[in-house]
């Protein structure tokens, strides 16, 4: 028996959503480099593209109300209402107490990959990013300043103004973009493996609320190998916000979750 039945949750008019980019207008494109990171914002009511173009590459996402910042990505609730994996059609949610979905996926030229014979699927929200800490733990004490953490505590720092030890404590689970990762059957560890991703792949999704994003483009690359190192091959990614001409018939922005709060007292 699945832990959440999600018949009665409301879902987005997806063929709605899918018929605006027939017209959008390109607005802003930002370069992430390798082996760091950067943010950006993203509208209500616009679309964004994470576009790989020019080497296999994952990035790892961040995403914030961008006028309240202690709402941000939940990977653990948007995995229990999805699955291990986002693809077409799927919502990101929020954190408690707003838990609401942030951001929805319209377009996936991965979407043919599926899941693979080992498991393996691409787009996870089972990883949680790699960090400095963990590769302090692993490597008897080394220090690598280029984690997916550490990129996104200096990219979020630089946007917010905020110091580094705090702007550190807002980076959150990531959503794994274009990384090929699952489970082992053996003994239930977290696997990765090559990318299928290639130059001109992308995945899209429409902003429910203001967004703002952060992405560190891994330092693993493809991810093939290992990361936290500099040893892969590493490659940029790009990110397209869009305009849409118009706004699906009856959309409303995403509404802060209506649980009162009282907690039964």
């Given at each position: 028996?699945?832990?959440?039945?999600?018949?009665?949750?409301?879902?987005?008019?997806?063929?709605?959503?899918?018929?605006l980019r027939a017209d959008l207008r390109l607005v802003k494109r930002?370069?992430?480099?390798?082996?760091?990171?950067?943010?950006?914002?993203?509208?209500?009511?616009?679309?964004?593209?994470?576009?790989?173009?020019?080497?296999?590459?994952?990035?790892?996402?961040?995403?914030?109300?961008?006028?309240?910042?202690?709402?941000?990505?939940?990977?653990?609730?948007?995995?229990?209402?999805?699955?291990?994996?986002?693809?077409?059609?799927?919502?990101?949610?929020?954190?408690?107490?707003?838990?609401?979905?942030?951001?929805?996926?319209?377009?996936?030229?991965?979407?043919?990959?599926?899941?693979?014979?080992?498991?393996?699927?691409?787009?996870?929200?089972?990883?949680?990013?790699?960090?400095?800490?963990?590769?302090?733990?692993?490597?008897?004490?080394?220090?690598?300043?280029?984690?997916?953490?550490?990129?996104?505590?200096?990219?979020?720092?630089?946007?917010?103004?905020?110091?580094?030890?705090?702007?550190?404590?807002?980076?959150?689970?990531?959503?794994?973009?274009?990384?090929?990762?699952?489970?082992?059957?053996?003994?239930?560890?977290?696997?990765?493996?090559?990318?299928?991703?290639?130059?001109?792949?992308?995945?899209?999704?429409?902003?429910?609320?203001?967004?703002?994003?952060?992405?560190?483009?891994?330092?693993?690359?493809?991810?093939?190998?290992?990361?936290?190192?500099?040893?892969?091959?590493?490659f940029p990614l790009e990110v397209e916000?869009?305009?849409?001409?118009?706004?699906?018939?009856?959309?409303?922005?995403?509404?802060?979750?209506?649980?009162?709060?009282?907690?039964?007292?």
């Amino acid at each position: 028996m699945l832990c959440y039945p999600v018949q009665a949750l409301r879902r987005p008019d997806l063929k709605g959503y899918r018929a605006l980019r027939a017209d959008l207008r390109l607005v802003k494109r930002v370069t992430v480099p390798a082996r760091d990171a950067a943010c950006w914002t993203v509208p209500t009511g616009y679309f964004c593209r994470i576009v790989c173009s020019e080497g296999a590459q994952v990035g790892d996402l961040n995403l914030f109300n961008a006028n309240n910042i202690n709402e941000r990505l939940y990977t653990g609730k948007t995995r229990a209402l999805n699955g291990t994996h986002v693809g077409l059609g799927d919502q990101l949610f929020s954190n408690m107490p707003y838990l609401r979905p942030i951001a929805t996926i319209t377009h996936d030229t991965l979407d043919w990959y599926g899941f693979d014979a080992f498991g393996g699927s691409v787009h996870d929200v089972i990883g949680t990013r790699c960090d400095p800490y963990t590769y302090n733990l692993l490597s008897e004490g080394g220090q690598y300043h280029h984690c997916c953490h550490s990129n996104l505590t200096r990219a979020f720092a630089e946007e917010t103004g905020m110091p580094l030890d705090e702007a550190s404590t807002h980076i959150h689970d990531v959503l794994n973009v274009f990384m090929c990762t699952g489970f082992t059957r053996d003994t239930g560890q977290y696997f990765m493996k090559a990318s299928p991703v290639r130059p001109g792949d992308y995945l899209e999704f429409f902003a429910e609320i203001d967004l703002l994003a952060c992405m560190s483009a891994c330092p693993g690359g493809d991810c093939s190998t290992e990361h936290s190192s500099d040893a892969a091959a590493c490659f940029p990614l790009e990110v397209e916000v869009y305009r849409p001409s118009s706004l699906p018939e009856g959309w409303i922005p995403s509404q802060v979750n209506g649980y009162d709060g009282t907690h039964g007292v």
